[in-house]
């Protein structure tokens, strides 16, 4: 007996075509803030419906191939880690380069 094509296969998934921003985050491996804040910037594509914001899967793969180019990625994480490297050093340790300057 010969498929029925009207009746859709169960063990196949539906391609979603929006995706919202906790999704899309995660689908990044990147935390919603993060995204949100490109997105914002102009980075990546978004559409907004009331309070809802959702990405289109493909413009996210295109972003992710592209190598998640976003200028202010690389200077929040250089600014991240020069104050975590000053926290790590602790006050004791400013006076004292602060003294040698």
Same mark, same amino acid.
């Given at each position: 007996?010969?498929?029925?094509?009207?009746?859709?296969?169960?063990?196949?998934?539906?391609?979603?075509?929006?995706?919202?921003?906790?999704?899309?985050? $995660?689908?990044?491996?990147?935390? !919603?803030? /993060?995204?949100?804040? &490109?997105?914002?910037?102009? !980075?990546?594509? /978004? &559409?907004?419906?009331?309070?809802?914001?959702? /990405?289109?899967?493909? !413009?996210?793969? =295109?972003?992710? !191939?592209?190598?998640?180019?976003? *200028?202010?990625? =690389?200077?929040?994480?250089?600014?991240?880690?020069?104050?975590?490297?000053?926290?790590?050093?602790? *006050?004791?340790?400013?006076?004292? $380069?602060?003294?040698?300057?």
């Amino acid at each position: 007996m010969p498929a029925n094509n009207n009746v859709p296969d169960k063990r196949r998934r539906r391609q979603r075509l929006l995706v919202n921003l906790q999704v899309a985050a $995660r689908w990044c491996s990147v935390s !919603d803030r /993060f995204l949100w804040g &490109i997105a914002q910037a102009g !980075d990546l594509p /978004f &559409i907004k419906l009331g309070n809802r914001v959702l /990405f289109c899967p493909r !413009d996210l793969k =295109t972003w992710v !191939d592209g190598g998640c180019a976003h *200028p202010l990625w =690389t200077a929040q994480a250089s600014l991240k880690r020069q104050e975590r490297n000053a926290r790590k050093q602790g *006050p004791a340790s400013k006076q004292g $380069r602060a003294a040698r300057a």
